[in-house]
């Protein structure tokens, strides 16, 4: 076969560094994720869905070809870590935590990680980022350290 296809979809999650609220206004978010949808174009890893709450963001999106998880990873902090500094001297020392998840999804199961991910400011009426994090984890099989996950 000549031409060579993938389809790979992943759910990211990542938190502000210390989980400070810093994304408290609604506003600042949507712009905030219409950028890094615009990052995820440059490195041809077509956004799905982006949304997230004060203090985390969740990232639906295909992966390409052509980088490593850990490149998507860093070009889609840096970028928009950057930007939200320019946003006013209250984002100043912005950054995100080291760590992020980095999930698969089945493209059969995409429709279904929508709503989850849409619904972000109700889900986190009752649960905590950390709470989220360990279930996404538990779900997908990984176990995590505790002493090193929050930074």
């Known amino acids: 076969m000549p031409q060579s296809l993938a389809r790979v979809v992943f759910h990211i999650s990542f938190s502000t560094k210390h989980r400070a609220p810093l994304l408290k206004e609604i506003e600042l978010r949507t712009r ?11 490195i041809d890893c077509e956004p799905i869905l982006i949304n997230g709450v004060e203090d985390h963001v969740h990232i ?19 970028s928009p870590s950057r930007w939200i500094k320019k946003q006013g001297p209250q984002y100043n020392e912005f950054s995100w935590q080291r760590g992020y998840g980095a999930f698969s999804v089945s493209q059969s199961k995409v429709q279904e ?16 980022f950390q709470d989220e994090f360990r279930a996404l984890c538990k779900k ?12």
Not at 115 to 128: A, K
């Open 140 to 151: 997908h099989g990984l176990k995590i350290d505790e002493r090193f996950v929050w930074d």
């Open 60 to 78: 639906l999106c295909n992966f390409s070809r052509s980088i490593t998880i850990a490149d998507l990873i860093e070009t889609v902090k840096i």
């Open 32 to 42: 905030l994720h219409s950028y890094m949808a615009g990052i995820l174009h440059e």
């Open 113 to 128: 990680a929508r709503p989850y991910i849409e619904g972000q400011e109700e889900h986190h009426r009752h649960i905590s």
